[in-house]
């Protein structure tokens, strides 16, 4: 199995593998399919994520905008180094909820603040 989605709690799954070109239309049926049970508010922990291109960053933001329509909160855990720079280099880190470093019931801390410990220029 090179990819897969599990829920770990009502509204909390966790992804696990790569999530690119090739996994990613599976994933996002199985993911839909674990939402639609889930309730309002949905956190997804990416943190066993190996590696990812754009169309993992192109199926987070298809599944913000089902949860906009589906009146759901979405937030995504533990975003991989890779996938957060894809977001900042294509500025998607201003729309996408993303939290850089969560576990599931932790405190939150937002990519905004993840910047100011990441970010080269603050050096």
Same mark, same amino acid.
């Given at each position: 199995?090179?990819?897969?989605?599990?829920? !770990?709690?009502?509204?909390?799954?966790?992804?696990?593998?790569?999530?690119?070109?090739?996994?990613?239309?599976?994933?996002?049926?199985?993911?839909?399919?674990?939402?639609? $049970?889930? $309730?309002? +508010?949905?956190?997804? +922990?990416?943190?066993?994520?190996?590696?990812? +291109?754009?169309? $993992?960053?192109?199926?987070?933001?298809?599944?913000?905008?089902?949860?906009?329509?589906?009146?759901?909160?979405?937030?995504?855990?533990?975003?991989?180094?890779?996938?957060?720079?894809?977001? !900042?280099?294509?500025?998607? +880190?201003?729309?996408?909820?993303?939290?850089?470093? !969560?576990?599931?019931?932790?405190?939150?801390?937002?990519? $905004?603040?993840?910047?100011?410990?990441?970010?080269?220029?603050?050096?």
């Amino acid at each position: 199995m090179i990819f897969h989605i599990e829920s !770990q709690q009502k509204g909390h799954f966790r992804m696990v593998g790569e999530l690119t070109f090739n996994t990613v239309p599976e994933v996002a049926v199985k993911g839909l399919a674990l939402f639609k $049970g889930a $309730g309002k +508010d949905l956190r997804i +922990d990416l943190r066993e994520v190996s590696r990812t +291109d754009s169309a $993992g960053l192109a199926l987070l933001i298809a599944w913000l905008r089902y949860a906009k329509k589906e009146n759901k909160n979405l937030r995504f855990l533990n975003i991989p180094a890779q996938m957060l720079a894809l977001a !900042q280099i294509s500025s998607l +880190d201003q729309i996408l909820p993303l939290s850089e470093k !969560q576990a599931l019931g932790g405190p939150s801390l937002t990519l $905004g603040q993840a910047k100011k410990f990441i970010s080269p220029l603050n050096s």
